[in-house]
Each structure stands twice: as C-alpha cells, then as structure tokens.
C-alpha cells in the first residue's frame, strides 16, 4: 500500500523459481497472475485472493524466460531461452494443465480451433 505496509506474502510455489510474471487482466470478472518457471511451467493466480488455479509443463528441457497477455480473448505468449515461442488460450477457467483432463478449458492457441 502507499505506506509500505506488506499486503500479501505467500510460500514458494511447488513449480519452482518464478523467472517471469504478466498479468492476464483482459476478463475484468476473474482476473489472473501468470507466472513463468525456470523448469518450464507456468501457473496461474486468481486475483486479489492470490489463489493457485493450475500449473501446467508448457515446455520441457528449457527455461521460461518471458510471459505476455495480448490483451484480449485470454491469450498470452510464453517465450523460452531458446527463442521458442508458444501462444496459449484461457477459455473459460483454470482446472488443470493440457492432457491432463482439462475439459477444454485450457490449450494451446491453434490446438483444433
């Protein structure tokens, strides 16, 4: 807050160092924190509760190294220290990561649509 005052403090995720945060802020009735893992996961954080919604492998082998929101329609790039770049789209809410029974509710931008 203005006076310095600690608002929030939560422990480590079990994904790992965070290397990248961006903010997915496009859906003003449940906005979310992304963050990027040096082991190539991403997770994602309700807003302003600071809840973990879901943590996903969006890479193996590499390291995370930038997230940003297009600003619209729930998409965001990951962006690797390899230079890979991947495009994934929120649908409708956070359960789990890709190909572990998310109900479509999360996936790679151009995965059948």
Known sequence: DAQTALRHSQPPLLAGAAVCLAGLLDDP????????HARGEVSSIALPTFELSATWKALTGVKLRCLRSAGHGGIFVVGTESGELQVWQRRSSWVTAPGEDCDGDLAMAGDGE
């Open 29 to 36: 009735a449940d906005p979310r924190l992304l963050c990027g």
